[in-house]
Structures are given as C-alpha cells and as structure tokens.
T-cell receptor, first 112, second 116 residues
Framework: GDSVTQMEGPVTLSEEAFLTINCTYT??????LFWYVQYPGEGLQLLLK?????DKGSNKGFEATYRKETTSFHLEKGSVQVSDSAVYFC???????????FGTGTRLKVLA | GAGVSQTPSNKVTEKGKYVELRCDPI?????LYWYRQSLGQGPEFLIY????????DSGLPNDRFFAVRPEGSVSTLKIQRTERGDSAVYLC??????????????FGPGTRLTVL
C-alpha cells in the first residue's frame, strides 16, 4: 500500500542553520505531496504542496521538490529561526482517493 | 474566514463510556474527513464524507466507531464503550473537493480524548 517515510527526529539546530528533513514515499499512480506543520498547541497547517513531478512547492522560506525518480519530497530551508520549532509531517494523496497518508512526523527544535 | 472548529478541545472519560466529538467544517466545503493521531505518530484516516454520505469508512477501527453528517455540514464522531486504546487526538479536516483538483485538506485543532 501507499506509504510515507520521514527521517526520525528530533532535529536540533542553531538559529540560521540549514535545514533538511527527508521524506520518501511509495505510491501507486501519481501522488500529490504535502508538507504540514504543527506548532506547539496548534493544529496542522499546510506548509507547501506539489502536485506533479519536478514541481517545487515553497512557502515561508521552506522549499520541497517533487522528485519522481527518487520518490522523494525533502523539505529544506536555508536559515531556520526559533519560530520554526514545530513538528513537520510529510503526506501524500493519490488520484482517485481522498485520504491523506502521513509520515510519522519530524520534530524540529531551533536554538537561539 | 473561520477555519475548521472542533469541540470539545479536551475530553476525559472512563472506560466503557460513550463519547461524541463534533466538527464544524469551513463554510462551503463539501468534503469532511476524520483522522486519529496517536502520540508520536502521524494522523491516520478514519472516514470521509462527501456531502451527507460516508463515501469511505474503511479507516474506522471497529464497530464501536460511527460518524454522521446529517445536513452535509457539521459532523459528529461517536465512540461507544470506549477503551483505553482509543486515547488519541481526533482531527477533523475539510476540503472543497473540486472535480479534478488535487485537494488540499484544512485541519481543525483536534479533540484530545483520554480514556481512563
């Protein structure tokens, strides 16, 4: 079945460091890919998405590129801030379905 | 505009009791989803409504779980004879579900259910 694998956390970085959170997927058909973020005490928020191969989603300085050849959708940010501390979830949905398949989440902690 | 709202935000109950969790989707969203998020895990799909009908309830873990959406807006997730293993955060999401669109789901803040 379809699945999403994320790198395990927690990830601890200093402010202004470069961030990569790895996400790979297994899917039948052509999935859409998403990154959601969950800040402390808040609900899941869509961070960015990509709907076809080679698409790049971006928002708030975060980027992720849909790589069909490596079945990956890694999240990157060039310079993290303390306010980026949160749990990040990679997710997919495939054509003809509606359910999201989520990864287990990666906790990011950014230190001042 | 208003996002997805869920009530209560926290629910503590005793094993064997019945609980209802409510979701109020974004106005105009025809699709509604319930997920369950256990500690340290990603959300797992429970059920999907398109309008008033449950289009897919394949994620409901057993027949103690039931959900309704009688008027195509607000939905209630009902859990009978609760067990300690039901403790989790229950998330609701809604979407426009436009034809041909790779849908984006918008999530509520969740209801944290604790079964003692």
């Amino acid at each position: 079945g379809d699945s999403v694998t994320q790198m395990e956390g927690p990830v601890t970085l200093s402010e202004e460091a470069f961030l990569t959170i790895n996400c790979t997927y297994t899917a039948t058909g052509y999935p859409s890919l998403f990154w959601y973020v969950q800040y402390p005490g808040e609900g899941l928020q869509l961070l960015l998405k990509a709907t076809k191969a080679d698409d790049k989603g971006s928002n708030k300085g975060f980027e992720a590129t849909y790589r069909k050849e490596t079945t990956s959708f890694h999240l990157e940010k060039g310079s993290v801030q303390v306010s980026d501390s949160a749990v990040y979830f990679c997710a997919l949905t495939t054509s003809g379905t509606y359910k999201y398949i989520f990864g287990t989440g990666t906790r990011l902690k950014v230190l001042a | 505009g208003a996002g997805v709202s869920q009530t209560p935000s926290n629910k503590v109950t005793e094993k064997g009791k019945y609980v209802e969790l409510r979701c109020d989707p974004i106005s105009g969203h025809t699709a509604l989803y319930w997920y369950r998020q256990s500690l340290g895990q990603g959300p797992e799909f429970l059920i999907y409504f398109q309008g008033t009908g449950a289009a897919d309830d394949s994620g409901l873990p057993n027949d103690r779980f039931f959900a309704v959406r009688p008027e195509g807006s607000v939905s209630t997730l009902k859990i009978q004879r609760t067990e300690r293993g039901d403790s989790a955060v229950y998330l609701c999401a809604s979407s426009l579900r436009l034809a041909g669109d790779r849908d984006t789901q918008y999530f509520g803040p969740g209801t944290r259910l604790t079964v003692l």
